[in-house]
């Protein structure tokens, strides 16, 4: 049972982590730490026919949904048949998918015989090139692949699936125009980075090597692991026909400094002209740049004392940095014991920066309480927690109004996914009162969408709902794919949806929103095994769901570009510790891609750290970021959890681990009803 016999099963699609993502925000332009990419074998030597391709009901549990049941064989009874044009083109697709799962290319080439819902056309003429492909003929492949139709699709993953056909049948420059497409399109850093690095491979293949290292260096940082990317790379560099621009070019991405400083010295040398010669100026002259001079801000960091912030203040009133520069300096007085003059200066900048405005006040309550000023206290909690948008320090003055000093824990009941008809029309209503667009015409990307989730072709359902979400301005639109993409179990899309939905509306953020927007970005998926691993290690389980919130959007393929992969994004030789310690044997890197395996993973890791911490959350959040090793060399020994956050020295972590509270905090809102 597998669907159209092709090259390439589909690699998982890449979501990525990034380096600073742990911050929910780089699928597309969501805010996500970055996220998944399992890479899929193709090219000239794969087989022709791969039998293991994922199915649809299989994919559909992979990616944690509830299994689909089979659809049945289609029937040619006229009874059965459906009678209106609309109806006949609906079966056809159908008969067509069903056939591609049964393997039967005879039963599917009849079904692309028939009229097709033509808002799918992107989808037959690639379903008509795998065909091809699968029965060896690749001249007409290679002409099915160069339909408009698919040029024209705004569907990551249809777009990829055309890449890996086209590259099957060496069709490189058509590879790589799909693959480019594919790269413009919503998803994670890493994957954009995979994408951009094969369409520049498959440019080099159709013999541009000079635009195809250019595109490499555009793509930024490369990743040198991929075998084909480094051959590429080594080609260019010692490539006589080659400018010494783009030697020099291949060499700096190759690590070769040294290399490409001394190529471009030999290039300019020669008084070539054109932009090359710009290019190649330009360079040089950031290869020869020394380490730049330390900033009166990175000064100011090194010495860390009351006196080096205020200096900074004073000396540069209109820095976007002097704001920070007056909480640390407020910081660092309280340390030292002079609380009220940190209260003072906390309060001096509290009145001059709103944006900033819930964290002086929470830490001028926190001043008035180490004085035993008692009323002024919560009269600066009852005012940090009435600000909007709603932000950590937010949540943190409501929790320690409500006695709740340390990490809260938030109870063992997961809350209800269902959205219901009165939150629904809530947040129309709430729609309405701000956005004055007009309403919107029929919706194709939905549409599409609930034809491919009727098929069970599930990935291709959710790129088709993140585009849409990611494209328009409409926030109708977008409440209605993701009322979709929860509906139909793809909480990905649906975080997508709420996140989106709330930055375009007056409030912001989804927690300063309607419920049924709350819900939405907010997910309550994987539940099952969300709860089981939970109970095993000792957790609440809306801790667990905060973490999967914050790693990977709910997108169990998530790969970040430091390969931290799945649902809660653990590194393969961390996996393979894991993997030792629950002695589960057999293990492989891929596994992390599995829902069951990445939560029981993550959940084992994170309970690990918080027994390493003696049960601090805030701790052994910061260890499973930036690991133990590295929260133990920090060295603060407060067991204050607040001075223990404000003094993590890598801004990632920080905002990881205050990110993780703000959505443990959703959680429990949710679960509060």
Known sequence: ???????????????????????????????????????ASSGPNAPRIDPTRVSIVERATTTGAATPTQASAPTSSPATRASTPTDRASTAFLELERALDRGDLAGATL????PLPPELADLAALRRAE?????????????????????????????????????????????SAFWSRATDLPTWRAEKRRTGQRAAIALAKSG??????QALAAI??????????????????????????????????????????????????????????????????????????????????????????????????????????????????????????????????????????????????????????????????????????????????????????????GGARIPSALIGPTEIEETRRWIDSWYRGAPPSADTAIARASRFLDADIRLIAGAELDAAIESTEDPRSILAAGLLASERNLPHSAARAGIRLARLSPARVPLDSPRAVTRLAYPIAFDGAVGEEAFRNDLGPLLLLAMIR???????????????????????????????????????????????????????????????????????????????????????????????VESIPVDETKTYVQQIYLHHFAYRRLAAG
């Not at 669907?3 to 993502?21: H, L, P, T, Y």
């Not at 541009?208 to 290292?213: F, L």
Request: glycine letters at 8%; proline letters at 4%; one cysteine or more.
């Open 1 to 39: 049972m597998w669907r159209a016999a092709v090259v390439i099963a589909i690699a998982f699609s890449a979501c990525g982590r990034g380096d600073s993502g742990r911050t929910a925000s780089d699928a597309g332009t969501v805010p996500a730490r970055e996220t998944p990419t399992a890479a």
């Open 111 to 114: 079904a692309l015989g028939q």
């Open 131 to 175: 065909i091809a492909i699968a029965r060896d003929d690749n001249e007409t492949a290679r002409a099915r692949l160069r339909s408009d139709d698919l040029m024209k699709s705004g569907n990551r993953v249809i777009l990829i699936r055309a890449a890996e056909a086209a590259e099957a049948v060496g069709s490189w420059d058509r590879a």
């Open 208 to 213: 541009a090597s000079a635009k195809a290292v």
């Open 220 to 409: 930024g940082t490369v990743d040198r692991r991929d075998p084909a990317v480094g051959r590429f790379l080594a080609d260019v560099r010692g490539d006589g026909q080659l400018d010494g621009y783009h030697r020099a070019l291949a060499a700096q991405m190759m690590g070769a400094l040294d290399d490409a400083r001394s190529l471009l010295r030999a290039f300019l040398a020669g008084s070539p002209g054109g932009a090359s010669a710009d290019a190649a100026t330009v360079l040089m002259r950031r290869l020869s740049a020394g380490t730049p001079a330390p900033t009166t801000w990175d000064e100011a960091v090194k010495a860390n004392t009351a006196e080096a912030y205020a200096a900074f203040r004073q000396s540069e009133p209109r820095n976007p940095r002097a704001i920070e520069a007056a909480f640390r300096e407020g910081l660092a007085l309280f340390r030292r014991g002079d609380v009220r003059l940190a209260r003072d200066r906390w309060r001096e900048a509290a009145n001059a920066d709103a944006a900033s405005r819930a964290r002086f006040l929470y830490w001028m309550a926190r001043s008035s309480e180490a004085i035993g000023d008692v009323d002024g206290a919560r009269a600066s909690l009852v005012d940090a927690g009435r600000q909007t948008p709603t932000t950590y320090y937010v949540a943190r003055a409501q929790d320690r109004l409500a006695g709740q000093m340390n990490w809260p824990d």
């Open 550 to 644: 914050q790693e990977s959007l709910f997108d169990p393929r998530a790969v970040s570009m430091s390969d931290a992969r799945g649902l809660t994004q653990v590194i393969p030789s961390t996996g393979v510790e894991i993997a030792r310690s629950l002695n589960r044997g057999g293990f492989t890197a891929d596994d992390l891609y599995d829902v069951s395996t990445s939560i029981a993973f993550g959940a084992r890791y994170i309970a690990v750290q918080r027994r390493a911490f003696g049960e601090d959350v805030f701790r052994a959040l910061a260890a499973y970021n930036a690991g133990g090793g590295a929260v133990r060399r920090w060295g603060d020994p407060t067991t204050d959890p607040d001075l223990f």
